[in-house]
């Protein structure tokens, strides 16, 4: 750890850092847990599928205190989902194995505080010299537009943008066939999160209110479509 806050770290001494954390797992933590790597060296039935941005600072198993084999994790920038049938790339296939592969009963979406992809989004010309990353967030524009046309707030417009950017990707969830399939029968249930960094505080949305609500403050805010088709109802 350096405790300099004036010298800036090498590329070597980044790279030992991280060498010396895989030591110290593989010495240290690794024997203490020993047993649970080796059922998880031939399966995993992780809890839940959990999609969020790239950013560093986002640790999912860190914030949910999960073990290994808890969360299947897929991480990209702006925690975005394309709608079905477009960019049919990672994110999809993921999406797809979780569900119909692994038999996940629960999807989080979940977005953060000072998230720089919606910074970007804000600010389109930031985006010039990364045209591989603008093409990508165009699946978050529909959140720019809709803060835009409804929202008067300045100050709060990228926390705004945030949670709106995470019910849009809900959306583009559910055009999913095995999600949409899932959903209908009441057998996966989908969330929708935002982090805050610095408080460590996650707001969940609510689809029966339309807001998000601090997790522990009442009942779990919920993001799940009612079921048309339970299987209570197909017997």
């Not at 592969?101 to 720089?116: F, R």
């Not at 008067?152 to 999600?179: D, F, K, R, Y």
């Not at 899932?182 to 989908?190: K, S, W």
């Not at 982090?195 to 807001?211: C, G, H, M």
Request: overall charge negative; proline content about 6%; aromatic content about 6%.
């Amino acid at each position: 750890m350096n405790n300099d806050a004036n010298h800036t770290e090498t590329a070597e001494e980044a790279l030992k850092q991280i060498v010396d954390g895989f030591n110290r797992f593989r010495h240290e933590v690794y024997p203490e847990q020993q047993e649970l790597f080796k059922k998880l060296a031939h399966e995993q039935t992780p809890r839940a599928m959990f999609i969020t941005c790239a950013d560093s600072r986002v640790a999912p198993e860190l914030i949910t205190q999960s073990s290994p084999g808890d969360l299947f994790v897929s991480r990209n920038v702006g925690n975005v989902v394309p709608p079905y049938g477009q960019m049919m790339g990672g994110v999809s296939t993921a999406i797809e194995f979780a569900v119909l592969a692994l038999n996940v009963h629960h999807i989080i979406i979940c977005g953060h505080s000072d998230c720089g992809a919606m910074k970007a989004v804000l600010n389109p010309a930031t985006l010039d010299s990364l045209p591989t990353v603008k093409a990508w967030l165009r699946h978050a524009e529909v959140a720019k537009i809709v803060v835009e046309d409804n929202c008067s707030c300045q100050e709060e417009q990228l926390g705004m943008m945030t949670e709106e950017n995470v019910i849009a990707q809900l959306q583009h969830l559910a055009t999913h066939p095995s999600v949409a399939s899932r959903l209908a029968r009441g057998e996966l249930f989908i969330h929708g999160w935002v982090y805050d960094i610095e408080t460590a505080q996650i707001r969940a949305y609510d689809s029966e209110t339309n807001e998000f609500r601090q997790i522990g403050d009442g009942p779990l805010p919920m993001a799940t479509p009612r079921a048309r088709y339970p299987v209570s109802s197909r017997r």
